[in-house]
């Protein structure tokens, strides 16, 4: 019978090392997540595409402070509640930018291995040509962005489904929010928009069928094989699935 031997740690091994827990303001910033320093673009300790920038104890969902905010991370069912806030800007009008809603679909920032909730509800912002006539703006339940007439919000229940939200002469932008109970006010899009909605995280799959997992942006591995045998040989009196015969 050969007796498993563990190899001495190595600065290979220490690179696959996890990201220690931190804390940037009240969120707590485990395993799969890690930190990373403003615009990194190598890190080794963290499952590729989980990175969060701590920015004055604030976490960004990314690497750059134009990443939504992350306002907590539920790890016992792998979801998160992420806040696109700069959207918030696109109503603030000045002397060099006008006043308009949000022209970007949320799900175009949502990375591999996350997905939107269901249980979000979603805000649907139209920018149109001309305001719409008002029997189309009650039976969709539009109300008056700050912007003006031209720019409106309503808010469903529905699935994003695509083109469900059309509406003639209009842009029309989808920005998922938490679901709340009871009947729901699109007049009060803001508030909506910085209490965010919610992601939900699946881990990629190994890609090997050794037992290891892609960590860092540079697909470093951090093998698991060692502590997997030496696990099972103490069980099974130094037999495993791939042992080696004599």
């Not at 539920?74 to 009008?93: C, E, G, P, R, T």
């Not at 002469?169 to 909506?192: D, H, I, S, W």
Request: net charge negative.
């Amino acid at each position: 019978m050969m007796l498993a031997t563990v190899a001495p740690t190595t600065a290979a091994d220490q690179q696959g090392e996890l990201c220690p827990t931190m804390l940037c303001g009240s969120v707590n910033i485990s395993f799969p997540f890690g930190i990373v320093a403003d615009h990194a673009t190598d890190t080794n300790c963290l499952v590729i595409g989980f990175q969060v920038l701590c920015s004055n104890n604030i976490p960004y969902f990314g690497s750059s402070t134009y990443s939504p905010q992350i306002l907590d991370i539920f790890y016992d069912n792998s979801s998160l509640l992420i806040a696109d806030v700069h959207k918030l800007d696109d109503f603030n009008s000045s002397a060099t930018k006008p006043c308009y809603s949000p022209t970007n679909n949320s799900s175009s920032m949502v990375v591999p291995s996350f997905s939107i909730s269901p249980v979000n509800q979603n805000m649907i912002f139209y920018d149109c040509v001309e305001p719409p006539a008002p029997a189309v703006r009650k039976s969709r339940g539009l109300v008056d962005t700050t912007c003006g007439n031209r720019t409106l919000v309503g808010v469903t229940k529905g699935p994003d489904v695509p083109g469900s939200y059309f509406l003639e002469g209009c842009n029309a932008t989808v920005v998922p929010m938490l679901a709340r109970p009871g009947e729901v006010n699109p007049a009060n899009y803001k508030e909506f928009i910085s209490g965010g909605f919610l992601l939900t995280w699946q881990l990629p799959p190994s890609p090997s069928s050794a037992g290891k997992f892609a960590i860092g942006i540079k697909n470093y591995y951090y093998s698991i094989e060692r502590i997997a045998f030496i696990g099972h040989w103490s069980k099974n009196c130094g037999t495993h699935h791939n042992s080696t015969r004599t």
